[in-house]
């Protein structure tokens, strides 16, 4: 099969590798639709290591290829989400399948490309849920990419009612607004801290989400939660981004 292996900074090649094996309690997935996470943009810019240089991609969805000996519930020509990693490929193979554990049913209704945003978007919703909210919480997610995506959203759907998105980028912040965040907060033009010191008369928010992986965010967060709230880290910081230090 073919599968993009990364040879250095910036390297993909598309080359003939071995097929996955099944596994008797395994499948074989076609991928259809995979995303491109945070993590592998930094992998793909660094080059990674010999280790790293295992196929890459593991937010992703397909079609079940073939099923082991021992598989009952899943059946091939199955459309599926997947959890799983090496999708960067035509193939990936599953050594023990557990359905609605590892491998879920894509909804008739839903695209391959929809289905790969599944793994992304349950960071956000299982954030949400970690945090507890309360209704009238105040609830602040910096960064609106992806992951920031998902988290704000869970947030609303908990009935969270004042959920606040910080972002730098106009495009993400147009999309933030549309799609119903209580405010958005252009990080590019005004200080988050000052804005969300304004709105809860100096307390802080209730929850902070940190979502957007730079040193400034995470500066941020620490500066606008309030004492005794929640406090979330929801990316890697990566060597170059290192916080200033605290007093
Ligand atoms: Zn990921």
Redesign the pocket.
């Known amino acids: 099969m073919k599968a993009a292996i990364l040879h250095g900074p910036k390297d993909f090649r598309v080359e003939e590798v071995s097929d996955p094996t099944l596994e008797p309690d395994g499948v074989i997935i076609r991928v259809k639709a995979c995303g491109i996470?945070?993590?592998?943009l930094h992998i793909y810019n660094q080059g990674g290591t010999e280790q790293s240089r295992r196929v890459l991609g593991?937010?992703f969805s397909g079609e079940v290829a073939e099923v082991g000996t021992n598989v009952t519930d899943v059946k091939p020509g199955m459309r599926v989400i997947v959890g799983g990693a090496g999708a960067y490929a035509e193939y990936v193979g599953i050594p023990r399948v557990m359905l609605n554990r590892n491998v879920f049913p894509l909804p008739e209704d839903m695209s391959y490309e929809v289905g790969a945003t599944t793994?992304?978007t349950s960071v956000g919703v299982n954030a949400a849920k970690r945090a507890e909210p309360k209704e009238d919480d105040i609830v602040v997610v910096l960064g609106a990419g992806m992951i920031g995506q998902g988290t704000w959203q869970a947030f609303k759907a908990m009935g969270v009612s004042r959920v606040i998105v910080s972002e730098m980028g106009k495009k993400r912040l147009e999309v933030t607004r549309v799609l119903g965040a209580d405010m958005v907060i252009n990080a590019a033009e005004e200080d988050p801290v000052e804005r969300i010191n304004e709105i809860t008369s100096g307390e802080g928010a209730d929850i902070v989400a940190d979502c957007a992986g730079s040193a400034s965010a995470l500066q941020q967060a620490t500066e606008m939660v309030r004492g005794g709230g929640y406090w979330q880290i929801m990316r890697g910081t990566y060597s170059g981004s290192q916080p200033r230090s605290r007093d």
Do not use: L
């Open positions: 996470c945070g993590s592998d593991h937010e793994e992304p």
